[in-house]
């Protein structure tokens, strides 16, 4: 079955790093269509998606926050990383990561999410 | 990028009640919709995808219709399982964006 969590700091200061990590299991990033996504949710508010990659790699980016964003996978362990520089407090929100098929970006497999809090 | 706008932004409805959600896209996405379900503290859930393809363990009271720009959700004889926020989202191109939400709250 698929499984999907994410981990990272709880708390960043502004204008530093957030480096997320998202390990699966139940699926591998080296077969066709495959994809992982990342989504994020401020705390009342609505969902926004982020970032995606696909098995060959291929890279999409919210255009709003793509000077910031790298997503990257490590087929290998079974681990897609999505950083974003320079945290700002509304970048506080709980972060998804999200499984997905090529051919429709339907995330039909999510992780439980994690809460960033950005805050000095 | 593609703004997708739902109403009502909240419903209250009885157990048993018909509910439904409309979502409506800035330019033409032809089918390619997806709905979800989020209860509080919890990832989102999968309901419908490609507009009206009932994701595998959901349901058959959940279905959903349209194309092109116009989108509905019913829930058909609403459970108390289903008071929830529920989203669409399109996935016709890049950049990927989400409904506001609507609440569907207990009468």
């Known amino acids: 079955q698929i499984t999907l969590k994410e981990s990272g700091p709880t708390l960043v200061k502004p204008t530093q790093t957030l480096t997320l990590t998202c390990t699966f299991s139940g699926f591998s990033l080296s077969t066709s269509r495959v994809g992982v996504g990342w989504i994020r949710q401020p705390p009342g508010k609505a969902l926004e998606w982020l970032a995606l990659?696909?098995?060959?790699?291929?890279?999409r980016y919210s255009p709003s926050l793509r000077s910031g964003l790298t997503i990257i996978k490590d087929t290998s362990k079974n681990q897609v990383v999505l950083t974003l520089t320079n945290m700002d407090p509304v970048d506080t929100a709980t972060y998804y990561c999200?499984?997905?098929?090529?051919?429709?970006?339907?995330?039909?497999?999510w992780g439980q999410g994690t809460l960033v809090t950005v805050s000095s | 990028d593609i703004q997708m706008t739902q109403s009502p932004s909240s419903v209250s409805a009885s157990v048993g009640d018909r509910v439904t959600i409309t979502c409506r896209a800035s330019q033409d996405i032809s089918s390619w919709l997806a709905w979800f379900q989020q209860k509080p503290g919890k990832a989102p859930k999968l309901l419908i995808y490609a507009a009206s393809s009932l994701q595998s363990g959901v349901p058959s009271r959940f279905s959903g219709s349209g194309s092109g720009t116009d989108f509905t959700l019913t829930i058909n004889s609403l459970q108390p399982e289903d008071f929830a926020t529920y989203y669409c989202?399109?996935?016709?191109?890049?950049?990927?964006?989400f409904g506001g939400g609507t609440k569907v709250e207990i009468k």
């Open positions: 999200a499984h997905t098929l090529s051919g429709g970006a339907y995330f039909d497999f």
């Open positions: 990659i696909y098995w060959d790699d291929d890279k």
């Open positions: 989202q399109q996935a016709n191109s890049f950049p990927l964006t």
